[in-house]
């Protein structure tokens, strides 16, 4: 595997079960994000881990929760999740510092019933 | 508060017409990188360029150009020649400082994207 590889690729849930975003990353990176792309709207960056610390909460409902066991790997676990809630969700990794580039995963898309 | 703005949403172009996408942006920072990202139908984003506030240069790559203009707070980009295979989402993005306690990282905030159709 190369880049930044994320499972699902689709995911239908409905607004009472509880599934689990998984990004990877195979670029040697200490930062990862994630990022929610909704409709006609702009990419809305929703969490921020740099050396599996989290430095960022953009806002985010507590509905959705970010874990990153090591600078690899990045979870969004997902709970009671509403409607409004589906879009394409992206995870990037950098390297640490200000300017540095982020690489994209396919994205996950999740619709919710 | 960062804001990028692409206010052009959709543009549709004839194989082989050149075709400049826009983006305007604004911050407080002085030291700041701008970003353009490809997204093609299968969604995954392709970095394309970084610049940093202090490089005003010009860059050109093959058939795609970019404009930094900080005296407007532009940087816009430019495909001569399209082609197909160019149809895709363009989007401009700021890089606002961030840091933590284990360092600084990237904040990347987001124009709304152009949609480029390139017919044949």
């Known amino acids: 595997e190369t880049g930044v590889t994320q499972t699902p690729r689709h995911l239908v849930m409905g607004m009472t079960n509880k599934k689990s975003l998984k990004c990877e990353q195979h670029l040697g990176h200490n930062a990862m994000y994630w990022y929610k792309q909704s409709a006609k709207k702009p990419l809305e960056l929703m969490f921020v881990?740099?050396?599996?610390?989290?430095?960022e909460n953009n806002s985010v409902p507590s509905r959705f929760s970010p874990e990153c066991p090591n600078s690899s790997h990045l979870f969004l676990h997902l709970h009671t999740l509403q409607p409004e809630d589906s879009a394409l969700y992206l995870c990037a990794s950098s390297q640490e510092g200000t300017g540095a580039e982020q690489f994209f995963g396919p994205g996950t898309r999740l619709t919710v019933l | 508060a960062q804001k990028v703005t692409q206010a052009q949403t959709e543009i549709s172009v004839v194989e082989k017409e050149d075709v400049t996408l826009d983006c305007v942006y604004e911050?407080?920072?002085?030291?700041?990188?701008l970003f353009w990202y490809k997204q093609p139908p299968s969604g995954e984003l392709v970095f394309l360029i970084r610049r940093n506030s202090f490089d005003e240069q010009n860059e050109i790559s093959g058939r795609y150009s970019w404009n930094f203009q900080k005296s407007t707070s532009s940087f816009n980009f430019t495909i001569t020649a399209s082609q197909v295979v160019d149809s895709a989402v363009y989007f401009c993005?700021?890089?606002?400082?961030?840091?933590?306690?284990?360092?600084?990282?990237?904040?990347?905030?987001f124009g709304k994207g152009i949609t480029l159709s390139v017919r044949p």
């Open positions: 993005a700021l890089s606002e400082e961030a840091y933590g306690l284990t360092g600084a990282n990237s904040k990347l905030t």
């Open positions: 881990y740099n050396f599996k610390e989290q430095t």
């Open positions: 911050t407080r920072d002085t030291t700041y990188y």
